[in-house]
């Protein structure tokens, strides 16, 4: 068989199966302009005559003057099978690039992740990799290689070289895809920014808010959160019905996001509900940015395409953040047709007002679009690292009878000798309950919130961890539940124990306190730790003074599901007031 008969009958094979108009091409229909342009780049006819699929296939049957049709036709079959192997060989090499990248192949590991990406993003996808993480470290040591360019790194020791205040090591593609959208743009704040120049001059015009000092200002306004809350549980401890607790904990968060940021509450403890959905809006996009940030290269093509919000802006859930922050806004204040936040200085201790305050006196200090950018960063993530932590102290203390026994007696204790205020004050918790204290900080090391990596870039130059030198560009992390969970520091750590934070000599303390990662560290140091902790240090003993809790089920287990913050869900349970001598 000649060649050229071998590449028509090919070529007829091929042709037959393109699609024109949904109806598969035959021999014997004229080849229109489109699938002819779009396959082979040539013309529909010649000097007026009709083109035939047939013709094109069978050189002999139509003049020399066609015959380049064929020849044009049959050239492009045969380069786009050149393609596709030019592609596939790529493919090859990055995988094996990767796989045997520089200072990185000896790293123990699973197997499929030294090749791709896949394996971690299937990991991520079933939402127990904080789980995989202990267990892989506990094979094969500190360092576990989870894809082709990241290492995941489980020495606390790390924690200083990784996160130092220096920042050399600069945060990775993941965390951008968690930034607002506002104005058909991505605003970058400093939970999402890469930029350590930004990140730096930013957090200088908001760090002062967020200190004990100036939260302490906002006490009374957590306090009449906590007076409405109570005021609700006391009506379901009255039916003797069970209650989504971990829920109602969430709104109760979220009511004191309002208090802090709006000097207003925001509606979820009055309705009992998920106002305009925000709850379930914030779980989808942490859900998409957790899953997507392991192969960030999917957000340019998924939500990060900058066509997205205009073909399809209803879908735009980072909007559905920013209108609500707005929403909050308004009720306040405006925004004026300049797009100028509008906001007479009164003196409010709210953060809208401080900011509102600091703009007005000097603009360049704190711009508008400064204040919307953070507020709505508040917004999406300040509710729900508190009800994390919230769930898990209710929640172990109840799976730990001697535990809450302990606490409430401390409680009952301090009460009697006339240490706590009808509202306990973060002082008067902080100074007078000190197991209860160490309650709470065993729940959150038990339970961080955070449960995958903070990633970061290893410096061009070069960096050794834990013996090992990286090539500059390495993508290394720390889970907080892998070194909280470290058997070398925390002794049986899936234990809850509070006393280990009141009995332990200063050495093993010290070690203990460095490996507490729970709010990160150095300059990237959660700036909502303040705040998080005065809610959890007022509202535990508010709710075990008042309240006998236990579970609807005592012995069911609650859902908990990693998609970045680690959600635990099906806290249901009884409440009983308590009767006190």
Not at 107 to 127: E, H
């Amino acid at each position: 068989m000649r060649q050229e008969d071998h590449i028509s009958k090919d070529l007829l094979k091929f042709l037959e199966t393109l699609k024109d108009k949904g109806k598969l091409l035959k021999p014997e229909e004229p080849a229109t302009a489109f699938s002819v342009l779009v396959e082979t780049g040539i013309p529909e006819s010649l000097n007026g005559q009709t083109v035939y699929w047939k013709d094109i296939v069978n050189r002999s049957s139509v003049p020399m003057s066609h015959q380049y049709v064929a020849a044009a036709a049959s050239a492009f079959l045969q380069f786009k099978y050149h393609l596709v192997t030019f592609f596939l060989c790529l493919i090859i090499l990055s995988y094996v690039h990767g796989r045997f990248r520089s200072g990185l192949a000896n790293i123990p590991g699973p197997p499929v992740a030294k090749w791709t990406k896949l394996w971690r993003l299937y990991d991520v996808y079933k939402g127990q990799s904080h789980h995989t993480a202990i267990r892989l470290h506990q094979q094969h040591g500190p360092l576990v290689r989870i894809a082709p360019n990241v290492v995941s790194v489980g020495d606390p020791q790390a924690i200083k070289t990784i996160y130092g205040l220096a920042g050399a090591f600069t945060k990775t593609a993941f965390y951008p895809i968690q930034s607002i959208s506002w104005q058909k743009k991505p605003q970058m704040n400093l939970f999402s920014t890469r930029d350590p120049v930004y990140h730096r001059d930013q957090k200088k015009k908001v760090a002062g808010a967020f200190s004990l000092t100036n939260l302490l200002e906002s006490e009374d306004a957590i306090d009449s959160c906590t007076e409405l809350f109570i005021s609700c549980l006391d009506q379901w401890a009255a039916d003797g019905k069970r209650i989504d607790l971990g829920m109602w904990l969430q709104y109760y968060a979220f009511d004191v996001v309002g208090e802090v940021n709006f000097a207003q509450k925001l509606g979820f403890l009055a309705t009992g509900g998920d106002v305009d959905g925000m709850i379930k809006t914030i779980e989808g996009i942490i859900a998409y940015s957790s899953i997507c940030g392991q192969v960030p290269e999917m957000h340019n093509v998924l939500l990060g395409n900058p066509l997205f919000p205009i073909l399809l802006p209803s879908m735009e859930n980072w909007n559905a953040v920013l209108t609500f922050t707005l929403k909050a806004i308004n009720s306040r204040t405006s925004i004026k047709r300049d797009g100028e936040l509008e906001l007479p200085d009164e003196g409010g201790k709210d953060l809208l007002s401080k900011w509102a305050a600091v703009k007005n006196k000097d603009p360049l200090k704190m711009s508008t679009r400064d204040a919307i950018v953070h507020l709505s960063a508040n917004v999406f993530a300040g509710s729900d690292t508190t009800a994390i932590a919230l769930r898990a102290v209710i929640y172990f203390l109840i799976k730990n009878p001697d535990k809450m026994t302990n606490v409430v007696q401390e409680i009952d204790t301090a009460d009697k000798n006339g240490n706590l205020s009808d509202l306990i004050s973060y002082k008067e918790s902080t100074s007078h309950l000190i197991y209860t204290k160490a309650a709470i900080k065993e729940a959150m090391r038990l339970h961080p919130s955070i449960g995958l990596l903070m990633e970061r870039h290893v410096p061009p130059q070069g960096a050794e961890i834990c013996g090992h030198f990286f090539p500059g560009g390495t993508i290394v992390g720390i889970n907080p539940w892998v070194v909280q969970h470290d058997p070398k520091v925390y002794e049986d750590p899936e234990a809850f124990k509070p006393e280990r934070w009141l009995t332990s000599d200063a050495e093993l303390l010290s070690k203990m306190e460095a490996s507490f990662f729970t709010f990160g560290a150095g300059s990237r140091t959660c700036l909502g730790k303040h705040i998080s902790l005065m809610e959890l240090h007022k509202v535990v003993p508010q709710l075990l003074r008042r309240y006998h809790i236990v579970l609807a089920d005592p012995d069911a287990d609650w859902e908990v599901k990693n998609r970045w913050f680690v959600q635990q869900h099906g806290l249901n349970c009884i409440l009983k007031k308590r009767t006190v001598a």
